[in-house]
């Protein structure tokens, strides 16, 4: 079975801070590996995909460790605008190609 | 620039009737996607399909069905109605090149009560 983990959270941080989350994934098989951001009563959007050599995109880090099977997410100088869901997404290679989706980590920036 | 295309965008049923989730995506891609969202929970794949005339069961099927006769529309039709198919619907595209960087677009949910 092809399982994407991710920690529910909710992970609550003032204004300014570092947050970091992580994502496990169980095939070693994953070809492809994103990011999505889910506000409220909203479909998710492509936050931004992960490479194999990690990458950064203003505030944010994705970082990708094959070799432990986990990606994850770096947000500096948090924003209250931030405050939202991030799933984690992998795509498996083989086959169909199909993604899967972690149930979410819920982040809540606060003043 | 309209991307990926859902209707309704809100529906309550009636235990045991039938509808129609449209989903129709302007950009000529290959894979397309059904997935429901239950409250607090992750995206689970209904159906999916690679390409026109090609279909395929995801995790949670059963309650469903997809047909796939022209490239840009994936109707997702519930037979029978029952409490437990409320939820959120989404409906994604993506074009099939494998490697890094294959972007899923979504529409912007049907919102489904079965009462």
């Not at chain 2, 309209?2 to 809100?10: E, H, M, N, Y």
């Not at chain 2, 059963?62 to 022209?70: A, H, P, Q």
């Not at chain 2, 198919?85 to 009560?113: D, K, M, R």
């Amino acid at each position: 079975r092809k399982e994407v983990e991710q920690d529910p959270g909710p992970f609550n941080v003032p204004e300014g801070a570092t947050v970091a989350f992580n994502c496990t994934y169980s095939n070693s098989a994953s070809q492809s590996f994103f990011w999505y951001r889910q506000d409220c009563r909203k479909e998710p959007k492509l936050l931004m995909s992960v490479y194999s050599s990690g990458n950064e995109d203003g505030r944010f880090t994705a970082q990708l460790n094959r070799a432990s099977q986990y990606i994850s997410l770096l947000i500096r100088d948090s924003k209250l605008s931030d405050s939202a869901t991030y799933l984690c997404v992998v795509k498996w290679s083989g086959g169909s190609y199909i993604p899967t989706f972690g149930r979410g980590t819920s982040l809540i920036v606060h003043p | 620039n309209a991307g990926v295309t859902q209707t309704p965008k809100f529906r309550i049923l009636k235990i045991g009737q039938s509808m129609t989730l449209q989903c129709t995506q302007d950009m000529n891609h290959n894979y397309m996607y059904w997935y429901r969202q239950d409250p607090g929970m992750g995206l689970k794949l209904i159906y999916y399909s690679v390409g026109a005339g090609i279909t395929d069961k995801g995790e949670v099927p059963n309650g469903y069905n997809v047909s796939r006769s022209t490239t840009e529309d994936f109707p997702l039709r519930l037979e029978l109605a029952a409490p437990s198919q409320t939820s959120v619907y989404f409906c994604a595209s993506s074009p099939h090149n494998p490697g890094e960087g294959n972007t899923i677009y979504f529409g912007e949910g049907s919102w489904l009560t079965v009462v």
